[in-house]
T-cell receptor, first 110, second 113 residues
Framework: GENVEQHPSTLSVQEGDSAVIKCTYSDSASNYFPWYKQELGKRPQLIIDIRSNVGEKKDQRIAVTLNKTAKHFSLHITETQPEDSAVYFCAASIGTPLVFGKGTRLSVIA | EAQVTQNPRYLITVTGKKLTVTCSQNMNHEYMSWYRQDPGLGLRQIYYSMNVEVTDKGDVPEGYKVSRKEKRNFPLILESPSPNQTSLYFC????????????FGPGTRLLVL
């Protein structure tokens, strides 16, 4: 089955700097790659997703890139702000069950 | 408003006392799932259901049961809870089709003494 590896497990950045979180997946048939943000004590919420027919997608300060050949995808957050501090999860799927990475705890230091 | 609801939100119980955590969604989603979240281990899938009367084991099904008698409801049952089932539990739902957004419930924090 699918396996998703996520790195780093923790990341600290200065406010205003960029943050990059990387994930690799094992099954080349995976075709949907969402990213979730989980603030302390709250549920995971979708922040951006990408499908396998697209190489990059942006939404204001966040972007996701996908490299199907290398089987990895990345989340990029620019101009980080304190409210970006959270745990971020990547996921991959072929069809319906999502397989999640173990998460990255991002801390933005003011 | 599209949503997934769970009850209770917090629960303290004792070893061996059967409990049920309810989950309901109002989006007519075929797919529903239960996860547990423990520090450093991410979201681990317990059980999932692709439709009414269709359920499958996830990665950590031991000690749990589920049922899917109606499309909107997917309760999680702990027949004989043990302390190692102390965790944060999330229900989720998603439409079929591969690229549809998965929505999570607000979570249930369970403590088994």
């Amino acid at each position: 089955g699918e396996n998703v590896e996520q790195h780093p497990s923790t990341l600290s950045v200065q406010e205003g700097d960029s943050a990059v979180i990387k994930c690799t997946y094992s099954d080349s048939a995976s075709n949907y790659f969402p990213w979730y943000k989980q603030e302390l004590g709250k549920r995971p919420q979708l922040i951006i997703d990408i499908r396998s027919n697209v190489g990059e997608k942006k939404d204001q300060r966040i972007a996701v890139t996908l490299n199907k050949t290398a089987k990895h995808f990345s989340l990029h957050i620019t101009e980080t702000q304190p409210e970006d501090s959270a745990v971020y999860f990547c996921a991959a799927s072929i069809g319906t069950p999502l397989v999640f990475g173990k998460g990255t705890r991002l801390s933005v230091i003011a | 408003e599209a949503q997934v609801t769970q009850n209770p939100r917090y629960l303290i119980t004792v070893t061996g006392k059967k409990l049920t955590v309810t989950c309901s969604q109002n989006m007519n989603h075929e797919y529903m799932s239960w996860y547990r979240q423990d520090p450093g281990l991410g979201l681990r899938q317990i059980y999932y259901s692709m439709n009414v009367e269709v359920t499958d084991k996830g990665d950590v099904p031991e000690g749990y049961k589920v049922s899917r008698k109606e499309k909107r409801n997917f309760p999680l049952i702990l027949e004989s809870p043990s302390p190692n089932q102390t965790s944060l539990y999330f229900c989720a739902s998603r439409g079929l089709g591969g690229g549809e957004t998965q929505y999570f419930g607000p979570g249930t924090r369970l403590l088994v003494l």
